[in-house]
């Protein structure tokens, strides 16, 4: 069974850019979560999808969104970099919307923002 | 709000001894606890959850961890460490109807030869 995949693995932008990172379940996960790993600050929430729709949103701005489409597989879009956004983002899935499920993670994509 | 506190931001230990990952969370309710590891440039990996049940519990590569209620606590364990079991672990509190998990800083575990 593949695991969750994400692309690309590294990147690289300046400041003002825009950015989109892409995220494959697990084949038969509805649900997709993505979490920024930034130095310094842990692991942050920041995105839930299900079934297409946005269901919760961590403490970011706006310029964070992202979607889902109809196979499962999402994106995350990043609007006017900043210097902060610079990060490690990991995308996880989990079968069904019930909390107690464990989330599979994928090895993220490193962003670097110059 | 809910919050996991992982207080040793490095533990070492050296390989066939015991080691243990503390971890205390602070959520309104009964919470669903994990612990998850990353190597390095990897994303993070399950070990185990606690739901209900029995307080010992057992997950992947021989750890288990403990559930404490009255202490809110949810300590990693093994009982003899690999050099292999070094890494960043993660402890983890989903809040019940809440779709996302909290994490704790992290924990550096160094199992020395």
């Known amino acids: 069974e593949a695991g969750v995949t994400q692309s690309p693995t590294h990147l690289i932008k300046t400041r003002g850019q825009q950015v989109t990172l892409r995220c494959s379940p697990i084949?038969?996960?509805?649900?997709v979560y993505w979490y920024q790993q930034a130095l310094g600050l842990g692991l942050q929430f920041l995105l839930w999808?299900?079934?297409?729709?946005?269901?919760n949103r961590g403490n970011f701005p706006p310029r964070f969104s992202g979607r889902q489409f109809p196979n499962y597989s999402s994106e995350l879009n990043v609007n006017a970099l900043e210097l902060e956004d610079s990060a490690l983002y990991l995308c996880?899935?989990?079968?069904?919307?019930?909390?107690?499920?464990?989330?599979?993670f994928g090895d993220g994509t490193r962003l670097s923002i110059l | 709000a809910q919050s996991v506190a992982q207080p040793e931001d490095q533990v070492n230990v050296a390989e066939g001894n015991p080691l243990t990952v503390k971890c205390t969370y602070s959520v309104s309710g009964n919470p669903y606890l994990f612990w998850y590891v990353q190597y390095p440039n990897r994303g993070l990996q399950f070990l185990l959850k606690?739901?209900?049940?029995?307080?010992l519990v057992k997950g992947s590569y021989g750890f288990e961890a403990e559930f404490n209620k009255s202490q809110t606590s949810f300590h990693l364990k093994k009982p003899s460490a690999l050099v292999s079991d070094s890494a960043l672990y993660f402890c983890?509190?989903?809040?019940?109807?809440?779709?996302?998990?909290?994490f704790g800083t992290g924990t550096r575990l160094l199992v020395s030869p």
């Open positions: 606690y739901i209900t049940g029995d307080n």
């Open positions: 084949s038969g996960h509805t649900s």
């Open positions: 983890a509190v989903s809040p019940p109807g809440f779709q996302k998990l909290v």
């Open positions: 999808y299900d079934e297409g729709e946005e269901r």
């Open positions: 996880a899935s989990t079968v069904g919307t019930v909390s107690n499920q464990p989330q599979h």
